[in-house]
C-alpha cells in the first residue's frame, strides 16, 4: 500500500481489545492505534512517519492478526 500522509485500513470488526501497530523493518513499534469498535475501517495518519517500509497488522484481540505492506513515500 502506497502512502503519503493518511492510510485507511480495512479489517475485520474491531471490538474492545482490538489493535493496530504499525513497525518498522527493524522491528521497532512507530505507532500503535485503537480502532472505533465495530468499524471495520480505520484512518491512519502517517504523515510524522520517514519514507520507507513498514509493517501493519491488525490483531482483533481474539487471536486473529492479519499482516500487510505499507510504504511510506
Known sequence: V?????VFLQH???VNGSVITI???DGR???RI???PNSMETSID????????YFVKFDDGAGNVESMKLVKK
Not at 502506497?2 to 493518511?6: C, F, I, L, N, R
Open 2 to 6: 502506497p502512502a503519503s500522509t493518511q
Open 12 to 14: 475485520d470488526k474491531a
Open 23 to 25: 513497525s518498522s523493518t
Open 29 to 31: 513499534l512507530v505507532k
Open 34 to 36: 485503537n480502532p472505533t
Open 46 to 53: 502517517v504523515s510524522a512517519l520517514k519514507a520507507g517500509l
